[in-house]
């Protein structure tokens, strides 16, 4: 079984800035790619930014150049730093890990999620 847990979501004003948490925990061989989505009212779960194993980055349009998503290999954690935050970055944000298990057949993907942390920037 894998957990992840987020934290660092909370109340800012606009221009503000927040650092997003992501812990995985239990039985795996390794993590792969690591990302983070966020999640409006009445709107699909859409990709922030994303971070390979070995560094390698991705990120939306929309936050380019105001978020930075890294990650630390030797506590399996992924950190979304949020810079310049505006009123429309109000969401739900989820931790996204794809993780390799060893199953009956061999080694295998999954993809977990953490439970979601809300993320509300006032103007």
């Known amino acids: 079984q894998v957990q992840l847990v987020e934290s660092g979501g909370g109340l800012v004003q606009a221009g503000g800035s927040l650092r997003l948490s992501c812990a995985a925990s239990?039985?795996?061989?390794?993590?792969?790619?690591m990302g983070w989505y966020l999640q409006a009212p009445g709107k699909q779960r859409e990709l922030v930014a994303s971070?390979?194993?070995?560094?390698?980055?991705n990120y939306a349009d929309s936050v380019k150049g105001r978020f930075t998503i890294s990650r630390d290999n030797a506590k399996n954690t992924v950190y979304l730093q949020m810079n310049s935050l505006k009123p429309e970055d109000t969401a739900v944000y989820y931790c996204?890990?794809?993780?390799?298990?060893?199953?009956?057949?061999?080694?295998?993907?999954?993809?977990?999620w953490g439970q979601g942390t809300q993320v509300t920037v006032s103007s």
């Open positions: 996204n890990s794809r993780i390799a298990q060893y199953r009956a057949w061999g080694l295998d993907e999954y993809d977990y």
């Open positions: 971070i390979t194993s070995g560094g390698s980055t």
């Open positions: 239990g039985s795996f061989l390794r993590i792969n790619a």
